[in-house]
Every structure is written in C-alpha cells, then in structure tokens.
C-alpha cells in the first residue's frame, strides 16, 4: 500500500513538473543600442525593417514604454528590476575603467530564470559592470557568455579606448579573445544565438539575452547592407540605416533558427531599445523631443514590442498604451516562467502581463524617469522645502511628466531628408543661456513636449515635487568611481576584463 502511495505521488509529481515545464516559455529578449524611436518601419521610417515589422503586428507593439536615456541605466535596471536611485547608477554610463557594477546584491533576472530552470544565454553587450570577476555576466545568472563587456567598441575589431587605455574587448564566457577579428558583430552574435539555438537539446527551457552592438557607434556597416539607401544623401544616416537592416536580418535569421527548432511556438520574444536614437549619429527620434542622454522623450520613449503565439487571440495585432517601464520586464517575466521574487530587494518594476495580454489597466500609474544628484546643478530651485529644481530629475505621474534641472538638448530633429543633413527645430529656452529649470507636460494630450504647463499648475508642480523629494529621501548614495589605472588592457595581455 504505501509502496503503491510512493509510486502514484511519484507519477503524480513527475506528471506535475512535466505540465509545469511545458508552460515554461523560451525568453528571446533581444536589445538594440540606441537605436531611434523614427527608426522602425512600422513608425514611418524610410528604413527598412521587414522582420521586426511583420513580428510588431503580428504582435502587441508598446506605445507608452519606456526605457532610461542611456546605455548602462537601461541594462542594469532590465536586469536588476530596479530603478537607478536604489542601485547607485543613477549617474552616467559604466566607463571602461571604472570600478563598479550593477552591485552584487541585487539578483538579477536571468539568476531568477535559471532559479526557474532555464538555460541562460547572454550574447552581445554587457555594460552592467565587470572590474571584479564576481560582475562578469557568467556569474550574473547567465550560463553562457559571448560578447563585449564595455559601452562600445569597433564593430569588427573589437577594439576599444578609453582615457589613453586600450585592448580588444571580447569574451567567450570568462576568456577573452582575438579570434573574432575581422568579424562584424551583427552577424557574430546572430550566429552564435543560432548555435545556441540548434545544440540546445535537453527539455530546459531557455532564456536568450540577445544584445545587439548595433546600431550605436561607430557607424559602420558592411557596404551590401548600406546600398539600398543609395539615394540617403547623409551618409552617417545611410550607413545607420545599413546598420538597422543588417540588425533586422539578425532577429529574422534567429527566428527562422527557433522555428526550424520547434522553438518558436512556444517563444515569448520582447524587442526593445535601451534608450533613444543619438541624432547627431545617424538615428532619428521624430516627432518626439530630444536625443539619447536627454530627460526629453527622445530619450526614453522607447521602441519596444513583444511577440509570442502565446499571446491572447484579441491582443494580437494591437497597440497597447499601458505605461509599461524597462523595470516591469523584471517582474512579469520571472511570473510567467513559474519563477519566484524571492531574495530580490524591493523590486520597482510591475507585472505587466494582464495589462499587454488582456488589454486591462496597467498597474504602473508612476515613473520615476531619475534623479541624478552628480549631474551639473542648473538654475535656482523654483520652491523652497520641495525637491529642488536644480538637480536633475523627471517624474512620471499618470498624463503629467515633471523636469527639472538641465535635461539636455531639447531640439527636434525632423528624420534627415534624402537630399542634406537633418535641420534641428531649435528648443524654445535654449538651456545654456537661460536658467530655467522647470518643465510639466501632459504626456498623453502632448507627447512631443510642446507645450510647458509648469506656471498654469502650481498645485500639479508641488505634488510633484514633493513626489520626486519622497523617491530622493529612499536613494542611496551614487556610485561614480574615478577611472582606474589598474584595468589597462595593457597589464592583461591587451585585453578588457576584470582587473580586480
Ligand atoms: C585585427 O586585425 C587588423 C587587420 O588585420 C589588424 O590590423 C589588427 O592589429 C588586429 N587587431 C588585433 C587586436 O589583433
Ligand atoms: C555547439 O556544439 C558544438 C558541438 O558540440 C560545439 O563545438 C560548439 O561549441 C557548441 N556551440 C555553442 C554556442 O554552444
Ligand atoms: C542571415 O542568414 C543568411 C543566410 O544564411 C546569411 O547570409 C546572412 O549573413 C545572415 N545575416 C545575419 C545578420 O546574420
Ligand atoms: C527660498 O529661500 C531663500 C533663502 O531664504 C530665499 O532667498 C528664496 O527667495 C526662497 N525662494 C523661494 C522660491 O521662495
Ligand atoms: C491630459 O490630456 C488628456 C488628453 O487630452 C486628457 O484626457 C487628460 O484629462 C489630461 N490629463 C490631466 C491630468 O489633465
């Protein structure tokens, strides 16, 4: 009797896990580096993206997403769940040289999903910290790595300098390499997530972080993927727009590989950017305000979709306007593949699956953009005993975006036309000659940042501010370390890598 107990548990059990991994999805979550809200096809751009437009309508594209201005936030607050203010990064990008990290307390997404008993994968950029080896992305939860660990390098050499110190920056795993020399990095990590893809053989389900070093600089592209926008008259626009299609063949080549697989139909595939297009390097952000590194929406509305034959028959082909943030990815994917949030610190990202698969109110009605106390103070603070609106910041309440301090370049730039270089529609309080500090829109009636409500909204302004003193207060102190000396490839064998 209790042998034949032991025997229908264990079949029960055996039975429950197997039900249990066949929900499990594949994650392709797939990165691209600055790359520009103008710059999908299916925003209107004279680029070409056939694969991520047919994979955008054939799933739900995220319209009211966003990402961080700029490359190491961006990734480190995907991985992590957290935002900026809680994890010490809220200042500028992870120099080469620089020691620190995403800090080692914070579990990050891909621990969680082989907690959950996938197989992790990191292909392509890193720029989550790397000066110890206990940062490097094979002790980040991810099995394997292939890929470079700064912000960027060149894109067939693999070679990077930073305040006179130089070395090729490319890993396998722990190791790194000059065997890929010569090789443009598109095609090397399209290539290795297809090799991954086709030796994946046992029943884990797997998890594919595929970031993309395109399309950020340098601007380089080989010359067949350039050509069909002979007639683009700006030549750094043309060979982004080279570098966009060639990325696309990437995410189609993949996708084929995962069919051919019998992978795909249970695949969940999110494709988003890490910030806004850099105008002044060949990506576009029109009609939106401002460029990468900027508080404007140029910065940080972001292109992002997710697609998946998983996903509910009425969401299908949809636009969802749900306020979704990089942070949610965190959440919601750890939920979805039967994962728990235990040992995470407290989380700052929601789980968006109601709100893209059902259509139902997103459970985000914040956003906390930054607060970036290391950044230049500019002008006086507009109220006393309040968040001071010299310091750097943008807050997300419902419709209303709050600014302060110096958000950077706030010009328009209609996409370059075919025949000159782009004209730049120039901000109305250009922000080196004036001292204004203080900035509310409407999000929702007026995305593009037309219309400054700050001096109609006295009351809207204070809650704000007060709102954005509130996150300050549950800060912790910035990171932002001198360069150090002792990462000079030149002391590793001409190599970036740990160094301490
Ligand atoms: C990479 O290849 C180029 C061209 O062959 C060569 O000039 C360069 O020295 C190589 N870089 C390294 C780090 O080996
Ligand atoms: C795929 O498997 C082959 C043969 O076992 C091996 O040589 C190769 O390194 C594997 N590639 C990856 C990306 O795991
Ligand atoms: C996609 O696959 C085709 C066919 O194998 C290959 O010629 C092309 O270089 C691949 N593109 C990328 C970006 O990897
Ligand atoms: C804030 O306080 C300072 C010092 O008391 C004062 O000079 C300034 O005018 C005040 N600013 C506002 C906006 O009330
Ligand atoms: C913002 O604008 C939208 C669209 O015009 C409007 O429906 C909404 O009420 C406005 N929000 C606020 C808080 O006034």
Redo the contacts with the bound molecule.
Sequence with gaps: MLMKNVVILSALIVLSVSICEAKQPHILLVIADDYGFHDIGYHGSEIRTPNLDNLAYSGVRLENYYVQPICSPTRTQLLSGRYQIHTGLQHGIIWAAQPYGLPLDSPTIADKLREAGYATHAVGKWHAGFYTHAHMPTRRGFDTFFGYLTGSEGYY?H?RCHAKMCG?DFMENTTPT?NY??SYSTHLFANRVIDIINNHTDDKPLFLYVSFQAVHTPVEVPQSYEEPYWYIKDKLRRTYAGMVSCMDEAVGNITMAMKQRRLWDNTLMIFTTDNGGSVTEGGNNFPLRGSKGSMWEGGMHAVGFIHSKLLSDNVIGSVSTGLIHVTDWFPTLVKLAGGNLQGTKPLDGFDQWSSINNGDKSPRTELLHNIDPHYAKHGRPALNGTFSTSIRAALRMGDWKIITGDPGDGSWTPRPPCSKTPISIKERHPRHTHLKNLWLFNITQDPNENNDLSEQEPAIVKTMLDRLQYYDSTAVPCLYPENDPLADPARHG?FWGPWQ
Excluded: F, K, S
């Design positions: 050499n070679y090729t000059n020399n010569g001409g």
